[in-house]
């Protein structure tokens, strides 16, 4: 810990500057033997008091251990211990932590080699259980997320897979959360950050996407088709019960024909008797007569 060994260092050097000041003040009215013992005293006495003070981060706590046994819980801030029987093996981390883990080629429910990266944020609560209840905590919740990830692949399918990464994160926030809750650790999120499958398979995917891109498009133009169908059906019904309109229908559609740049329509002579046009010589002195029309409304060149 840097504060801590600085405050330590620190407060060494002025116990022992004060020893010094002291021993030297006295070497008028004392004895060699007296300065020299009021020297050697500020040595030890600063080593010990360098020794028995401590400082904690706000952040971080302290697992003191007297002859051996679990003692207290220090910090934030400064304390005391009673060095050679106290010791602080561990400065514990209360702040939420990151760690990034991985599984590679595993496969998955569908027998898939699939490559996995997920980021895991987890919080110590019981610095007293991380402590003393697990050795290295930060590695042992590492290996239980990387044994964890493995097992919710093999129990997944590549498309769950793929397509529930939310799903995919809650579960494994679940089990993790499980396997360390008795260590004092709780897991606050699991993120997935990407899922690799291997090129071939994605390219077959591709194709297999495209296919029923494809597939949609057809049954969606067949549809519409079966729609039209169905309007035309429902117009002929229209028309058979009312001529008249289905005869003044036919005359507009002729007349729209005639108005375009086309000089030649060709219509069936069923079609022609069933609008009483007469001949085909009356039908084509009917064209002559729009072409006229139109000629003489179009604006001088």
Do not use: C
Not at 40 to 62: E, P
Not at 147 to 170: H, P, Y
Not at 210 to 226: F, H, K, M, N, P
Not at 227 to 250: G, M
Request: net charge neutral.
């Amino acid at each position: 810990m840097k504060n801590n060994s600085f405050f330590s260092a620190l407060l060494f050097i002025v116990i022992l500057a004060a020893g010094i000041v002291l021993a030297y003040s006295m070497k008028d009215t004392a004895t060699s033997g007296t300065t020299t013992a009021v020297g050697i005293g500020s040595f030890l006495l600063a080593l010990i008091a360098a020794s028995a003070t401590k400082v904690a981060d706000q952040w971080n706590r302290a697992i003191v251990l007297r002859l051996g046994k679990f003692h207290r819980l220090r910090g934030p801030g400064l304390f005391f211990i009673i060095p050679v029987i106290d010791a602080v093996p561990y400065w514990i981390d209360i702040r939420v932590i990151t760690t990034t883990f991985k599984a590679e080629r595993t496969l998955t429910r569908d027998t898939v080699p699939v490559d996995v990266d997920a980021v895991l944020f987890w919080k110590v609560i019981d610095p007293k259980k991380a402590a003393l209840d697990v050795a290295e905590y930060q590695s042992a919740i590492s290996w239980a997320s990387q044994t964890a990830l493995r097992d919710v692949i093999g129990k997944t399918m590549l498309s769950d897979m793929l397509e529930g990464r939310d799903k995919m994160s809650i579960l494994l926030q679940k089990i993790i959360d499980e396997r360390t809750e008795p260590w004092g650790i709780t897991v606050i999120s699991v993120e997935v950050k990407d899922v690799l499958i291997p090129s071939g398979l994605e390219d077959a995917m591709s194709m297999q996407a495209q296919a029923e891109r494809e597939r949609q498009a057809r049954v969606i133009l067949g549809d519409s088709e079966r729609q039209v169908a169905q309007k035309f059906e429902e117009a002929a019904q229209t028309y058979a019960d009312n001529p008249t309109a289905f005869h003044l229908r036919a005359m507009n559609m002729l007349y729209e024909g005639l108005k375009t740049n086309a000089t030649i329509i060709v219509v069936p002579s069923t079609a022609v008797e069933t609008m009483q046009l007469g001949s085909v010589a009356g039908l084509t002195a009917l064209t002559k007569e729009l072409a006229k029309e139109k000629s003489q409304n179009q604006p001088p060149a």
